[in-house]
């Protein structure tokens, strides 16, 4: 295969023109705000219904953005397709919900056929544009202005620059609301539950439990070889003690074990108890599993019972359990 040898260019000064026309134009924005952004976030705090952001071909795709970014910050939001709305999807759109349409000039057909079916429904309409004089800008009920700026496409054609300004505006707006509706790390991580926060914030000792189902017991008297092959059965390498009243009275570790050979060789005939000592460290079921992770690293132990109000176990966490989950 011929080898084709491209003339060497150096593209730096256009990246460089690129990132600063879409900055100048972001800080145009900030100093062009005037009320009609306030009237906007005024109108979304008072929404009894959702959002519904729309917008077609490269604004689609920014108004699926924002769209993900209201919903993950309090500001329950949802996209529609412009063609699918005309086609039925409309039906999501009711009277207590708020349009966003995003449209560059304003002029967007299947954007601007969409409006007298949103009036008619009687959502209010909130328009981002760089025309406020257009059709879109003219019908709705706040209309927030791109302002002017020029295409970071040399040929002016492909959408680049009023995409960021766009999107800059999205996230502004998203803040401005999760600011408004005081949205804490906690509401951050309901909307995230599978997310390294999330699994800080919300999943509980009783959840890792629940999926290991690891909780070797045995009861006083018991021998410790009988204790062993509990710990191999549930794979791990220590068992909770119960008493009579299955409470938990301690905990034997194959640690315990392996430094009681050291002193008789006879120790799988012993009885448990004469083995361990009262726990010291346990965690109440409930508790947050990041807490318990914390706890075990203090601590430096690998495993750590897990009792009820009646101080009986219901389980036992490993520290590669906790670490898998990536708490």
């Given amino acids: 295969m011929q080898e ?15 990132l600063e026309k879409e900055a100048k134009a972001i800080l145009d924005l900030r100093d062009i705000l005037d009320e009609s952004a306030e009237d906007a976030i005024q109108l979304i705090l008072a929404c009894r219904g959702k959002v519904v952001v729309t917008g077609i071909g490269k604004s689609g795709i920014i108004a699926r953005k924002i769209k993900a970014t209201f919903s993950s910050t309090g500001t329950p939001s949802c996209f ?16 207590d919900d708020i349009v966003l349409a995003i449209s560059n000039s304003g002029e967007s057909d299947e954007v601007v056929r969409l409006l007298p079916s949103i009036e008619t429904i009687g959502a209010k309409l909130i328009a981002i544009t760089k025309n406020v004089f257009s059709t879109l800008g ?45 949205f ?20 509980k000792v009783d959840d890792v439990i629940f999926h290991t189902r690891k909780n070797p017991v045995v009861h006083k008297g018991d021998k410790v070889k009988d204790a062993l092959f509990t710990m191999t059965d549930q794979g791990l390498g220590a ?9 938990l009275i301690g905990v ?13 060789m006879d120790v799988l005939n012993e009885n448990v108890e004469n083995l361990i000592s009262a726990p010291s460290i346990v965690v109440e079921k409930g508790a947050l599993a990041a807490e318990a992770l914390q706890l075990m690293e203090e601590k430096e132990i690998t495993v750590l019972p897990i009792i009820d109000s009646h ?17």
């Fill in 4 to 18: 084709i040898n491209l003339p060497k260019f150096d593209y730096t000064d256009t990246l460089a023109i690129v």
């Fill in 80 to 95: 529609l397709h412009p063609s699918e709305g005309l086609h039925g999807d409309l039906g999501m759109v009711t009277s």
């Fill in 138 to 182: 003219m019908k709705a009920d706040v209309t927030l202005c791109l302002g002017e700026f020029e295409e970071a496409c040399p040929l002016g054609l492909a959408p680049t620059t009023s995409t960021t300004v766009t999107l800059a505006l999205g996230d502004a707006l998203a803040i401005a609301l999760l600011e408004a509706r005081k």
């Fill in 184 to 203: 804490r790390p906690e509401d951050f991580a309901l909307y995230h539950p599978n997310g390294s926060l999330g699994r800080k914030l919300l999943l």
């Fill in 239 to 247: 068992a909770s003690i119960v008493n009579e009243k299955n409470e």
């Fill in 252 to 264: 034997l570790t194959d640690g315990d074990i392996r430094r009681a050979f050291a002193l008789s």
């Fill in 311 to 327: 101080h009986k176990p219901v389980g036992m966490l490993h520290l590669h359990d906790l670490m898998k989950l990536g708490i």
